[in-house]
């Protein structure tokens, strides 16, 4: 029987699985890894010591998790965070960390230059997308102006699934959809990498390839197969970003369909019938050539969490270790027994800055109204409440850009959080269908699929994906967190001078 290697590489771990060729899952496992956050604003990967390592030990475990034979994998797609910069020698090997997505927002200076140069409506009109900390031309940028012996022995700059598949199969490729985000080197309207922008970034031979998500990008080659264990010639799509994937594995292929994936992250990603125009979010070709898509980020959504927990919950925490119940939970279970409104309190989730529709990389978190008698859960509350008041704000801008989300789809390891899944659907007052899909590994294997022709098309994969459940919103809820809402927009507008002038000068 054929079998389907997905493998994705995330910000805090890797998955995998495999799957039959019907859409039935035989393995899954994961492999848990380390951010570094060398300095503020910092957000980096060891791309041999965490891409390439986990994807060796997922291909090896799955098959024989399985119980099959290496030779029944009829593929194998990729997928990890995006978009990426990493620079690597004329022997393909990295000469530095790779600096990550959004996070990383040490290149605020690269992108103020390149708007000047290039200009902010040139930038909008031929790339689609302001620049901002997701846009990975500044980092190429910041690479040649501030390690300049780094840049001298650059051969080629990849993101993280570029350089998966170029271990696997040589070749140096990447989708269409992950090269939009290489701000604001790819136009959208040629769907391929731009002179003028190229002029002031780099050399148009540094870069990758260009292809389409699900096209056959190579084979295994024989030095690979010696390290994975899979079997040289098996074929490897070209792949796409972690997002992508996801909101493919929960069927967001429609137009109107919106993904609203809660991970260490927040991502966003609405299905479109035509190119979208927004000066905020992010519109992009997407996975197939007559695909497009509007999307849109938060920088702090499930690492607020986790931060919170492990600096304000350490005994709930040591609980979860000793058998007792998930420090998660342990919090919600506080939060749940405090109004809605947190007490009189509101937070800015921008605890490391902030993508859309803010884009402000000098933004700061901001817990306002405390007073004695609040507790740990009042705070809880208030920082999923943010988050919240975040993704409304987000849902916002996409109906002013004349797309209007039609469904949301919410994907993602949050969804575990039922407490945080209700207050998105009663500050946003929008249903949820929620996916617990196996994850962007799975959405590898459907596009897999696709790339070597099990299935017809991305739209006939829609079958394998399993039916949601549904979170609606309280009526009474909506009406309350509606009059607070622009309490929220006015507490970024009136402290952000106070947050830049904090970003800049920490102490």
């Not at 393995?27 to 910092?42: F, K």
């Not at 978190?365 to 004695?372: D, E, P, R, Y």
């Amino acid at each position: 029987m054929d079998y389907l290697l997905g493998i994705d590489v995330g910000t805090h771990e890797s998955k995998g699985v495999l799957v039959d060729r019907d859409g039935r899952m035989v393995a899954a496992s994961s492999v848990p890894h380390r951010t570094d956050m060398p300095r503020p604003g910092w957000a980096e990967h060891d791309a041999d010591g965490v891409w390439w390592h986990d994807l060796v030990t997922l291909a090896r475990e799955l098959p024989e998790r399985a119980a099959v034979s290496p030779r029944d994998a009829a593929a194998v797609g990729c997928s990890a965070i995006g978009p990426c910069v990493l620079p690597v020698d004329g022997s393909g090997r990295p000469l530095r960390p790779a600096i990550l997505y959004g996070i990383d927002t040490r290149a605020s200076d690269e992108v103020r230059d390149l708007t000047r140069e290039l200009g902010e409506e040139w930038i909008l009109r031929e790339t689609g997308s302001a620049l901002s900390s997701q846009a990975a031309g500044p980092k190429i940028l910041w690479i040649r102006r501030h390690e300049p012996e780094i840049w001298a022995r650059t051969r080629r700059v990849m993101t993280s699934t570029s350089y998966l598949v170029s271990r696997l199969t040589g070749r140096v490729v990447i989708d269409h959809y992950t090269a939009a985000a290489y701000g604001p080197l790819y136009n959208l309207h040629g769907r391929d990498w731009d002179d003028r922008a190229l002029a002031l970034v780099c050399e148009r031979a540094l870069l990758p390839d260009l292809d389409w998500s699900a096209a056959i990008a190579g084979a295994v080659s024989r030095a690979a197969a010696a390290e994975t264990g899979l079997v040289e010639g098996t074929p490897v799509i070209v792949g796409t970003a972690d997002a992508a994937s996801e909101a493919t594995a929960a069927g967001v292929l429609d137009p109107g369909d919106t993904m609203l994936m809660y991970g260490s992250s927040m991502f966003f990603i609405q299905v479109c019938s035509r190119l979208p125009a927004s000066r905020v979010q992010w519109p992009t070709v997407y996975l197939e050539p007559d695909m497009y898509a509007l999307a849109g980020g938060m920088s702090t959504t499930g690492a607020l969490m986790s931060w919170f927990r492990d600096e304000f919950a350490p005994e709930a925490v040591e609980a979860q270790r000793q058998g007792g119940p998930d420090a998660y939970e342990t919090l919600a279970q506080q939060a749940a027994g405090t109004p809605r409104g947190a007490g009189g309190i509101l937070a800015l989730p921008y605890f490391s800055g902030e993508r859309t529709p803010v884009n402000d990389p000098g933004a700061r978190g901001v817990i306002a109204g405390l007073t004695l008698s609040h507790g740990r859960g009042h705070v809880y509350r208030a920082l999923l409440e943010g988050i919240a008041y975040g993704i409304r704000q987000n849902l916002e801008a996409m109906e002013e850009a004349g797309t209007p989300a039609r469904r949301l789809v919410a994907i993602g390891g949050g969804v575990r959080n039922s407490l945080w899944l209700q207050i998105v659907s009663d500050v946003s007052g929008r249903e949820q269908a929620v996916q617990t899909t196996p994850g962007a590994s799975y959405g590898d294997a459907m596009l897999a699929a696709v790339g070597i022709g099990l299935t017809s098309s991305l739209g006939e994969t829609r079958r394998w994906v399993a039916p949601a459940s549904v979170v609606r919103p309280d009526d009474e809820a909506f009406a309350f967190y509606d009059e607070r809402y622009p309490l929220y927009r006015q507490l970024y507008e009136r402290t952000a001078d106070i947050a830049h002038a904090l970003a800049a000068d920490p102490g």
